[in-house]
């Protein structure tokens, strides 16, 4: 029973961090390199993350400057941000890709809680299925109705725990995207 519901607090917390992950690719008007995370570079043949070919620094609260490693591939990484469709434009200077960060309008600000919202309820539906297993799992043991019951109920505990985190964490993210 306590292996069970270790393995659901590992699982619950592995979504956690998932729901972080996409948390941080939905921008919220300030410049922030994991926007980039998702880039992937074609150099020398082989799909390369960004952040492997070149030092990303945010020099002010709207730009972010990309300076690649070896300079031959300025146009490779100019290339594959277009590709990553993240919205932004690179402006090449010959040794730094300059992003700019548009402001947020309102509606774009709408736009992308939205989107929190979907990756949050995304998450409370990965949480009800770590829930489902275990609740299975438990069942599955041959141990008197009472138990079953009592290990029922600490899953359920779990459950309503990380629930109240992923609503901390979109309100926090939405609060994020809606101030200017």
């Known amino acids: 029973m306590d292996e069970i519901l270790m393995n659901v607090e590992l699982e619950m917390d592995k979504s956690i961090e998932a729901l972080e992950k996409r948390f941080n690719n939905i921008r919220a008007g300030r410049a922030n390199p994991a926007i980039l995370d998702s880039v992937m570079v074609n150099y020398y043949g082989a799909p390369t993350p960004l952040k492997q070919l070149a030092t990303i620094s945010v020099p002010e609260a709207r730009s972010m400057h990309i300076k690649p490693f070896d300079k031959s591939s300025l146009q490779a990484i100019e290339k594959g941000i277009y590709e990553a469709n993240i ?66 109920d600490d899953v359920q505990e779990l459950i309503n725990k990380y629930n109240k985190i992923v609503d901390e964490k979109f309100k926090e993210k939405e609060k994020d995207l809606m101030s200017v």
């Open 87 to 152: 919205g932004l434009t690179p402006n090449n200077n010959g040794e730094v890709i300059i992003l700019n960060i548009p402001a947020l309008t309102e509606e774009t600000r709408r736009e992308y809680v939205k989107q929190a919202k979907g990756c949050a309820e995304d998450c409370r539906i990965a949480l009800r299925n770590i829930r489902q297993d275990a609740n299975n799992d438990i069942k599955k043991l041959e141990l008197p109705e009472d138990e079953i019951k009592a290990g029922q």
